[in-house]
T-cell receptor
Framework: EAGVTQSPTHLIKTRGQQATLRCSPI?????VYWYQQALGLGLQFLLW???????NRGNFPPRFSGRQFPNYSSELNVNALELEDSALYLC??????????????FGNGTRLTVT | GNSVTQMEGPVTLSEEAFLTINCTYT??????LFWYVQYPGEGLQLLLK?????DKGSNKGFEATYRKETTSFHLEKGSVQVSDSAVYFC???????????FGIGTKLQVIP
């Protein structure tokens, strides 16, 4: 079974540009989560998509947005990049069964560097 | 809202030492509790979980018991190895459309 895949692995952008990060969940999983992990900090929750709908959103400005496609893959967009957006962005997926008990399955992340 | 508190670390231990990483939580209802591990350069992996009070999760020699009376889920291992060096995250999921809440992560370094 293929795990959660994220692309690209590394992304270098200039301040003010836009970044697009992609995630493919495990086959059969309908929920996709996005987290930001800045250096030396824990995981900051960004967005949660389930069945194509945004279900929950973390405390981030509107320039962080995303969507989930009919095949349950997801895209995270970050507009007007700032230096402090440099971080590892992790995507995770989970199944719908026993939603509260299902663990998250993480990809290896996209390392975004803003210069 | 929900929250998870864990020791910040780093924790440095000699090989074969006993490990405890404390985790306490605040949540409504009856959440499921998880420990995840993150090795350098990788995403997080599920280490173990417990879904109700007094459940014990275990994997790879690690174990943690869901203690509702003390709202705790401490991670333990009797004899750590160099390969256990990683960052460990405690997390809870209270179900529905509540987001999964993670602790800040505890870095463990095991020296030979």
């Amino acid at each position: 079974e293929a795990g959660v895949t994220q692309s690209p692995t590394h992304l270098i952008k200039t301040r003010g540009q836009q970044a697009t990060l992609r995630c493919s969940p495990i086959s059969g999983h309908t929920s996709v989560y996005w987290y930001q992990q800045a250096l030396g900090l824990g995981l900051q929750f960004l967005l949660w998509y389930d069945e194509g709908e945004e279900r929950n959103r973390g405390n981030f400005p509107p320039r962080f947005s995303g969507r989930q496609f009919p095949n349950y893959s997801s895209e995270l967009n970050v507009n007007a990049l700032e230096l402090e957006d440099s971080a590892l962005y992790l995507c995770a997926s989970s199944g719908a069964e026993g939603r509260g008990n299902s663990p998250l399955h993480f990809g290896n992340g996209t390392r975004l560097t803003v210069t | 809202g929900n929250s998870v508190t864990q020791m910040e670390g780093p924790v440095t231990l000699s090989e074969e030492a006993f490990l405890t990483i404390n985790c306490t939580y605040t949540a409504t209802g009856y959440p499921s509790l998880f420990w995840y591990v993150q090795y350098p350069g990788e995403g997080l992996q599920l280490l173990l979980k417990a879904t109700k009070a007094d459940d014990k999760g275990s994997n790879k020699g690690f174990e943690a018991t869901y203690r509702k009376e003390t709202t705790s889920f401490h991670l333990e291992k009797g004899s750590v190895q160099v390969s256990d060096s990683a960052v460990y995250f405690c997390a809870l999921n209270s179900g529905g459309y509540q987001k999964v809440t993670f602790g800040i992560g505890t870095k463990l370094q095991v020296i030979p």
